[in-house]
């Protein structure tokens, strides 16, 4: 049995198996609800967009934030993490205004 310290570091563990667990599981959940609404480009956006975030956040109750952001700012990593959250903000971008993104992509004859 666990006493005095060990107790209150198992707890806070168990508490981040749970928080990861939790925030993977809906996100994955708002990931797969965002199929359903695929054709209606607002809803797709927010609930994808909100999926992608809530698992990218899901990590931060393993390793904790400061440690995920400083992975992710890493020299090596930077690409993807440039990337990932280019392709984030362009899904919310383009699923809010679509026909204004559409327009301004050169279709002036």
């Known amino acids: 049995a666990h006493t005095g310290i060990d107790c209150c570091f198992s707890r ?3 508490q981040r198996l749970y928080g ?7 996100g994955l959940a708002c990931t797969l609800l965002s199929m ?12 994808f967009t909100f ?3 809530l698992s990218l956040g899901s990590t931060a109750f393993l ?3 400061k ?3 400083t992975m992710m700012l890493d020299p090596v990593q930077i690409y993807a993490t ?5 392709s984030i ?4 971008f383009l699923s809010i205004c679509p026909q204004q993104a559409l327009n301004s992509c050169g279709n002036h004859y």
Not at 21 to 26: D, E, F, S, W, Y
């Open 89 to 92: 903000i362009s899904s919310v």
């Open 63 to 65: 390793i904790g934030p």
């Open 51 to 53: 999926g992608n975030l």
């Open 67 to 69: 440690r995920q952001l």
């Open 20 to 26: 990861f667990a939790t925030c993977l599981m809906a």
């Open 82 to 86: 440039a990337t990932y959250l280019s």
């Open 36 to 47: 359903l609404v695929f054709f209606n480009p607002i809803k797709f956006g927010i609930t």
């Open 12 to 14: 806070l563990n168990d």
